[in-house]
């Protein structure tokens, strides 16, 4: 999620678990907590140009459930023993902050699409239970609120229970988005099915800042389909359209380690694009045809075959604004159903 939604959770659990007389300092620790694992960004900008790499590490050891605890309890114990008087006087409650405002972090970053390596060291794919987008106002506006709320307030009752309420409007947002996402992928289930891709590879995935509008992605043999679900303006079956990728080329790479980890992390969601005679890949979980937030350029045809190029990612040409004007309109208006003739062909060239 965005910085500011990690920092607001950080600071609510940790100051929803303190005493009251120690909340103000708990709202700071958590946001500073919440912050620190996506500070990994940073590091690994000094260690690698290679967007490839600066892609998939991020979301890595910071980002690990079987690390955090540890190193949370670390953090506590040194606080205790070198003088915080505050975790002292209460080491219990504050053990229970520090590592929640930690914890958080990546559970809830597993809730997007991009991909977070919850089991660190472990090599499972990352976690991409996308349900949420990355920026989503109606989830982390509660958590602001039961922030300022209690920050203004101090040792006061009402802001733990602003806290408390915020902690619970956003969690039972995250609950609905998960619904949502059975909704939408129940109705895309149905259309795959007669389109003949029952069992195609998927994900379903949030619009901008929304849970109303869904995009959903199935792979084919020689390509990928995409099609959009809007919960509230939508009545009839799922339409999708179909887009080509060049199989040939991406299978002919996919020995390149930067083709197998771009396909670990992403789950094989992948479009594969020949530009001027060099193999492109686009992430196909962020963004939507034709634009796409993450598209490396990986390797080269020549005389003698495919050869390997270091990685360099292309700029996105995506109109933000436009993109959330037509997202916006999407949601409430479902388009016209498209004639058979005039949609593209399932894996058509």
Known sequence: MDSLTQIVLGAS?????????HRRAALLAGAALGTVPDLDGLVIALLTDDPVLRMTLHRGITHSVLVLPL???ALWWALRRYGNGRVAASPGRWFWAIQLALVTHPLLDAFTVYGTQLLWPFR???AMWSSVFIIDPLYTIWLLIGVLVAAFAGARQVGGRALAVGLALSTAY????????????READHALAALGLA??????VPMPGNTVLWRVVAMTPDGYVEGFRSLVADRGPMQFAAYPSD???????AALPAVRRLAWFNHGFMGATVVDGRLQLSDLRMGNEPD??????VAERTAAGWAALPPTQAPMARDLGATWSATWA???HEPPVQEAADRPAIGSH
């Open 13 to 21: 659990v940790a100051a929803a678990v303190v005493p009251a007389a």
């Open 71 to 73: 190193a949370a309890a």
């Open 124 to 126: 499972p794919p990352p």
């Open 174 to 185: 995250l609950g609905w988005s998960l619904v949502a996402k059975s909704c939408v992928d």
């Open 199 to 204: 069992d195609a590879p998927r994900f379903s």
């Open 247 to 253: 199989v040939a080329a991406l299978r002919a790479n």
């Open 292 to 297: 796409y937030f993450f598209r490396f350029t």
């Open 330 to 332: 999407r949601m409430w």
